[in-house]
């Protein structure tokens, strides 16, 4: 049996031009936060949990508290519906289609995103990818991107009672490079245009613009290999 791990948000949605808007202004109104930086790879952890670790510990040297937390998610959830409702979250080209048609090829599916939980199956449901059955690791697990992909394939193993004989991540952001190669995991990238070149700068040999081909798809998670490490490193 062979798993696939996927990222979320840009690998599976095309998530919405709001959303980042929405998550600063619900750390705003949330936690207080007035220094949100949205250019996310200057975080040490990209993964919602951990820029709210980080920029709350900057701004008042100390961490948020859980029910401050749990009410900052609830407030992004909100927003972000309202913005879904203007201009609806939809999913990649050939998502749906590829998580249909994988287990018929031999693989099975979990997902890793650095999304809290409430707000990526509020996504998923939204671009009609929502399904509870697929093992699913969020930010709540992390706040590091490797430890939120070990604990989906943690759970993929439990949930399909199998040890898998090849463990591919599948992701769109250089933070999803450099995990899959800190856990020596081939991988897959998505993405198009200057995204893709700063995926295969970052070490990715596989990079797809879209799930649109099928084939093409599984030919990579067949032959994908660990991403290297990029020059300077």
């Given at each position: 049996?062979?798993?696939?791990?996927?990222?979320?948000?840009?690998?599976?949605?095309?998530?919405?031009?709001?959303?980042?808007?929405?998550?600063?202004?619900?750390?705003?109104?949330?936690?207080?936060?007035?220094?949100?930086?949205?250019?996310?790879?200057?975080?040490?952890?990209?993964?919602?949990?951990g820029i709210v670790i980080e920029t709350y510990r900057r701004e008042f040297g100390t961490a948020p508290l859980a029910d401050a937390v749990t009410e900052t998610i609830g407030r992004f959830v909100a927003l972000l519906a309202a913005a879904h409702h203007e201009q609806p979250i939809s999913p990649i080209r050939g998502a749906a289609e590829l998580l249909a048609s994988l287990p018929r090829h031999g693989w099975v599916i979990a997902m890793a995103t650095g999304a809290w939980r409430r707000a990526a199956q509020f996504k998923l449901a939204a671009a009609g990818l929502r399904d509870d059955a697929i093992p699913l690791a969020s930010s709540e697990d992390g706040p590091a991107r490797t430890d939120i992909v070990k604990t989906a394939v943690a759970r993929a193993e439990r949930h399909y009672d199998a040890?898998?004989?090849?463990?591919?991540?599948?992701?769109?952001?250089?933070?999803?490079?450099?995990?899959?190669?800190?856990?020596?995991?081939?991988?897959?990238?998505?993405?198009?245009?200057?995204?893709?070149?700063?995926?295969?700068a970052a070490g990715a040999a596989s990079v797809l613009p879209d799930l649109a081909s099928g084939v093409a798809v599984l030919e990579m998670l067949e032959t994908a290999v660990i991403p290297s490490a990029p020059p300077g490193r």
């Open positions: 049996m062979k798993l696939v791990v996927f990222d979320i948000d840009g690998t599976l949605l095309d998530n919405l031009a709001a959303e980042d808007e929405c998550f600063v202004q619900a750390l705003r109104d949330g936690l207080g936060l007035n220094a949100v930086s949205a250019e996310w790879e200057t975080y040490q952890h990209v993964s919602d949990q040890t898998f004989d090849r463990i591919v991540s599948v992701g769109d952001g250089v933070w999803d490079v450099d995990a899959a190669r800190a856990l020596a995991l081939p991988f897959v990238g998505i993405a198009a245009g200057g995204r893709a070149d700063r995926l295969r």
